[in-house]
C-alpha cells in the first residue's frame, strides 16, 4: 500500500463547517480503513475506483486546537501514518463590506504575458507562438506592484495561477498547487501580502466547470460519475450557448449538453452535482482563502456548471467569509439575460454575499458606439444600455470592460487615442465596476489575426522603472490621472446618476452624492458640437461652471458649450 498525497493538504480550525472530506491518493487502498487523532464526531469513507481512492469524511469537533495530528491507513498487511496539520485560520473571519465594489478598478492580467522576473523561466519562452508559454511570472507582477499603484487600480485579477497544462492557466491539472512555470505558493502569498501593502486587492480566477484532459483524475478518476460524459471516444462537447439555462422554451438535451457538455476535448467536464466534487471544490476555495489571503473569485464558465450548486458553494463561503466577492463569468451579450442571472442568484444568496456579474452587454454596445462599422445611432448605443438598468436588482453589482483575454484588444479594429479615452472615461465614470485588460494604457493592439486568443494575450513589459512606463506615455498619465481622481470622488463610487438622450450626438449624465456633483459629457462624433447647457438645468441649478478633472481647466456652464470632435470632459461641479 502507498499513499500519494492528501487533499486538501492541511484544514483550519474554527470554521462554520464542521465537515471535512479527505481525498486520499494511493495504491492498494481499497480495502483500508482510516483512524486519526483529530478529534471528530463521526467518520465514514467511501471507497474510489480500481483501489486508488479513499474518500474519508469526518464530522468535526468544535473548537480544535491548531496542531499537527495523526491519519493512520491501515490494511490487513501494514499501516502508513501521516501527520495532518489543523491551523487557525485568518482574519477574513469578520468582513462584512463586500470586497470589490464600485470604489474598485479591476485590473485584469494573464501572468505567463505580463512581466517577468528573474531567468528561472527564460528556457519556456516561445514567443513567436502566441499560444504557447511566454516565461511571464509571479515574481514579474510583484515588482510591477508599485507601477500598478501609482497607475491607480485597486483589484488585481490574474488569470489561474493554478498548475496546469496550457499556458492561460484554465486547463487545471492541480487545485492545489501553483503552476510551477510561474512560480510557487509561497511567491503567490506574497503577491497577495504585498499587493495589500500597496493597496490592491486580489482576485482569484477559478474554474469548477472543467479540469486538463492531463488531470490525473481523467486516467483514473475517484468515482464513475466525477465527471460529466464519457471519458472515451464519445465525447459531448458543449454547444456553448448558455442562454438555454433560463430560456423558459429550451429543451431538455439543449440544456444538458451547455451544462454536462465538456468544455473542450481537452477540458473534461466536472460533475458538481455530485456531492463529493461539489465538497471538493468547496473546501479547496476556503483552503485558498485561508492560505493566500485572497480577496475575491473571478468564477469562470459560471453558467456552464449546475446553477444551483453555485449558488450553494457561494452560500457556505459567504457564512465563512462575510462579504467576499464572487464575479461571475456571465457571457451573454443582452442586458436582460444578465440583469436575469443577477436577480436569479439574489433570490438565492444569503444576506451577506457578493454576487457580481459581468456586463458583456455593455461591451457589445460601447464598441458599437465607436466602431466605425456600428449603426447609424451609435451615439445612443450607451445611453440605451442603461435605459435598461430598471431590470437588475442591483446594476452597480456589474463588471464593465472594453476588452479582456477573451475578446479583440479595443485599439487593434478602433485605432484611435482620442475615442480610446473617451470610452475609458464611460467605462470609468457610469454606475458599475470597471475592468481594465493590462497593456490598455500603452495602445496594446491584437485582433487574433487567425492565431487564436493567444494573440489576444500579448506581452507586457519586464524591467521597466515605474517612472519609465509613465515617461513620454500620454495615455498612461490619463489613466492615472482619472484613476486616482476617481478614488476620491463619492459621487462616482457611490452616487445616483442621471442621463439624457443624447443631443448632436453628445451623451450627457451626472453622477451625484450628497453635495458632490460631476458632469459628463461625451461628443462621439466625428465633428464639433455645441451644448446647449440649458437642456440640463434641472441638474445645473446652483452651478455655472465645473472643473475638468482631466485637463484641469474651469469650464462656464451659463450657455453654449462648444467641444470638439471625440471630446470629452468629466466636469466637478462648483457652486455658485
Known sequence: ?????????????????????????????????????????????????????????????????????????????????????????????????????????????????????????????????????????????????????????????????????????????????????????????????????????????????????????????????????????????????????????????????????????????????NEFVFRYLTQMTIWWIETAGIDAIRMDTYLYSDFDRMIEWQNIVSKEYPGFSVIAETWVPEAAYTAKIQNEAYKKLCENASFIVMDFAFQKRIEACYDRTAPYDKEAQIYNHFLYDYLYSEPENALVFLDNHDLPRWFSHIKNKSKLKQALVVLLTVPRIPQIYYGTEFLFSSDGNGKGDGNYRVDAFDAMSVSDKFAGNDMARFLRTVLNWRKTSQAISRGSMKHFIPQNGVYVYFRTCEEEKVMVLVNNTSKASIVDTSLYQEELQGYKSGTDVITKREISLGGLLPLQKNEVFVLELIRD
Open 1 to 273: 500500500m502507498r499513499i500519494f498525497r492528501i487533499e486538501p493538504s492541511c484544514w483550519f480550525n474554527n470554521l462554520n463547517e464542521n465537515n471535512l472530506q479527505l481525498l486520499i491518493y494511493g495504491e492498494g487502498v481499497d480495502c483500508a480503513n482510516v483512524q486519526t487523532t483529530i478529534p471528530h464526531d463521526l467518520i465514514s469513507i467511501v471507497r474510489g475506483l480500481e483501489g486508488k481512492y479513499l474518500i474519508v469524511n469526518l464530522s468535526l469537533h468544535n473548537h480544535i486546537k491548531e496542531g499537527l495530528y495523526d491519519i493512520t491507513v491501515v490494511s490487513a498487511a501494514e499501516k502508513v501514518d501521516i501527520p495532518y496539520e489543523i491551523r487557525s485560520r485568518n482574519s477574513l473571519n469578520g468582513q462584512r463590506k463586500p470586497a470589490i465594489t464600485n470604489e474598485d478598478v479591476v485590473y485584469m492580467l494573464m501572468p505567463d504575458r505580463f512581466a517577468k522576473e528573474g531567468t528561472a523561466s527564460q528556457n519556456l519562452q516561445t514567443q513567436n507562438d502566441p499560444n504557447k508559454r511566454h516565461g511571464g511570472n509571479i515574481r514579474g507582477i510583484i515588482t510591477n506592484l508599485p507601477y500598478l499603484r501609482d497607475l491607480g487600480i485597486t483589484a488585481l485579477w490574474l488569470t489561474p495561477v493554478f498548475k496546469n497544462s496550457e499556458y492561460h492557466g484554465y486547463s487545471i491539472t492541480d487545485f492545489y498547487d501553483v503552476e510551477p512555470c510561474l512560480g510557487t505558493l509561497e511567491d503567490y502569498k506574497t503577491l497577495v501580502r504585498l499587493a495589500h501593502e500597496n493597496g490592491i486587492k486580489i482576485v482569484m480566477d477559478v474554474v469548477f466547470n472543467h479540469c486538463s484532459i492531463e488531470h490525473p483524475w481523467v486516467k483514473n478518476p475517484p468515482l464513475s460519475d466525477w465527471f460529466n460524459g464519457q471519458n472515451g471516444k464519445k465525447i459531448r462537447i458543449t454547444n456553448y450557448l448558455v442562454t438555454t439555462i433560463f430560456d423558459p422554451y429550451a429543451s431538455q438535451v439543449d440544456r444538458d449538453n451547455t451544462v454536462k457538455g465538456w468544455f473542450t476535448e481537452k477540458m473534461p467536464d466536472l460533475n458538481i452535482t
